[in-house]
């Protein structure tokens, strides 16, 4: 079955950096995408960004860009989140999530996150 | 970034009922709309997508409808296990959630 795996919390100080790993299991690495969603105490989810699974293209969010890094490993079936600079605003549960394309024929239609990962505690504090 | 707007933020009802939970985006998104459900302590699980597609595995009491600028969930017959919060969330440009629906009993 799919699972998406991901790192165990992590508490950081102000400015440092937070890397989270993701290892998807039970389909085709390369055949779906990866986004990454964090989600802050009781607010809704926030979209980071997606890298591509096939070729490395990342697709990162415009708040995030130049402080997010998104990666992965197609050998060991693993995506990772680095985010820099880190601040106290940044405490939240982050999630990676596979990315699916909905199609008609040949229309798309849409994006739409079908399995995700347990969620990832970040703690900012000094 | 398109905004989208959920309503109620809270929400109150009773085994049985039927509720209707409305998204509304701040320009149009076609049929680019999906729905999740989220309980406390757990990721986003995915109930509807493009707009009235129901995911493999979800109850049939789950429907989605809506194009354009507002969308509709609806339950039909609310179970105990369907009290948790509720998510909308566009694709037509990136990607961005609404900010919830509580269903509480």
């Known amino acids: 079955q799919v699972q998406l795996v991901q790192s165990g919390a992590e508490v950081k100080k102000p400015g440092a950096s937070v890397k989270v790993s993701c290892k998807a299991t039970?389909?085709?690495?390369?055949?779906?995408?990866i986004s990454w969603v964090r989600q802050a105490p009781g607010q809704g989810p926030e979209w980071m960004g997606w890298i591509s699974t096939y070729n490395g293209e990342t697709n990162y969010a415009q708040k995030f860009q130049g402080r997010v890094t998104m990666t992965t490993d197609t050998s060991t079936g693993t995506a990772y989140m680095e985010l820099m600079g880190l601040r106290s605003d940044d405490t939240a549960v982050y999630f990676c999530?596979?990315?699916?394309?909905?199609?008609?024929?040949?229309?798309?239609?849409?994006?739409?996150?079908?399995?995700w990962g347990q969620g990832t505690l970040v703690t900012v504090s000094s | 970034d398109i905004q989208m707007t959920q309503s109620p933020s809270s929400l109150s009802a009773s085994v049985g009922d039927r509720v209707t939970i409305t998204c509304r985006a701040s320009q149009s998104i076609s049929s680019f709309l999906n729905w999740y459900q989220q309980k406390p302590g757990r990721a986003p699980k995915l109930l509807i997508y493009a707009s009235s597609n129901l995911q493999s595995g979800v109850p049939s009491r789950f429907s989605g409808s809506g194009s354009g600028t507002d969308f509709t969930l609806t339950i039909s017959g609310l179970q105990r296990e369907d009290f948790a919060s509720y998510f909308c969330q566009q694709s037509y440009t990136t990607v961005t959630f609404g900010q919830g629906t509580k269903l509480e009993i």
């Open positions: 999530a596979r990315d699916t394309r909905v199609l008609s024929g040949t229309q798309f239609l849409g994006v739409y996150f079908d399995f």
């Open positions: 039970g389909y085709s690495f390369r055949s779906y995408g």
